[in-house]
């Protein structure tokens, strides 16, 4: 997978890209990052990128001449690379807090695509005509309003960087994920046994996979019915489950 980042500010890139699962993903050659710099793109004197608002107001807005060349130009190079299964169609995703809200589901269809492009939107906001003739997409990560779209592509390159099969270690540690099956993730124990008095809970002691899965499962469901009850209309339940999960929101009701 390639992913290629067009923003004014690479440098902020540097470290959150080069450490842990990301830097590990790249080393391996799973995963190509690309960062570029949007002025690199801009064609006057000035390197303008920026300009005032028509209609006047606070802020500059992002020209649309060098996102579209320097989108243009990396769609070029897709298209020349010899790379296997290159598409000159993948998403093109601008940052953006008026974007749909970013979730573990539209992470886990990213991560099915060979080539990514993500713009990082800066200062008072776009040009108009990059959402409406350019991007494909726009997303946000949340409700909240960020100074650009920088942290937000690191949000999203990671959580779908970690869904690439091959990047982690096993398949079942991004299968274990909050929020993978619809829940969030039960209580995780490790040494000592016994800490301060507190204990790990009897059934992760049992040696007893099929009691320790029950118990896991149970967990998930109940912290998520405690913090995010929201998320249990979409999550999938046996018949049994579902018995469980009234039982649940009895005995919290009491
Ligand atoms: N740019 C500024 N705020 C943002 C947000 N919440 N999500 C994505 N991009 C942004």
Redesign the pocket.
């Known amino acids: 997978m390639r992913i290629y980042v067009l923003t004014l500010f690479p440098k902020m890139f540097e470290g959150p890209f080069s450490e842990s699962v990301l830097g590990r993903a790249q080393d391996k050659g799973i995963v190509e990052i690309v960062i570029r710099n949007i002025r690199d793109y801009a064609t006057d004197r000035h390197r303008t990128v920026d300009d005032y608002p028509y209609g006047g107001g606070a802020g500059m807005v992002m020209k649309p001449e060098p996102l579209f060349a320097a989108v243009e130009a990396v769609r070029k190079e897709i298209a020349s690379g010899t790379e296997e299964g290159a598409t000159e169609d993948g998403p093109i995703i601008l940052?953006?807090?008026q974007?749909r809200l970013f979730s573990q589901k539209s992470a886990v269809t990213l991560a099915a695509e060979k080539e990514l492009i993500l713009i990082c939107?800066h200062y008072g906001g776009v040009d108009e005509r990059i959402r409406e003739h350019l991007a494909t997409d726009e997303?946000?990560?949340?409700d909240?309003?960020?100074s650009?779209?920088e942290l937000?592509a690191m949000v999203i390159v990671d959580a779908v960087v970690r869904l690439v099969p091959g990047v982690l270690g096993s398949e079942e540690s991004a299968l274990g994920d909050s929020h993978m099956s619809g829940l969030l993730q039960h209580p995780l124990y490790t040494r000592p046994q016994s800490f301060r008095g507190w204990d790990v809970p009897q059934p992760l002691l049992s040696g007893n996979h099929a009691q320790i899965a029950r118990w896991r499962r149970e967990q998930s469901i109940l912290r998520t019915l405690k913090r995010r009850p929201d998320l249990l209309e979409n999550a999938l339940f046996s018949p049994q489950e579902k018995r469980m999960v009234e039982e649940m929101r009895r005995d919290a009701s009491k």
């Open positions: 940052l953006t807090p974007g939107g997303i946000s990560i949340g909240y309003v960020l650009g779209g937000a």
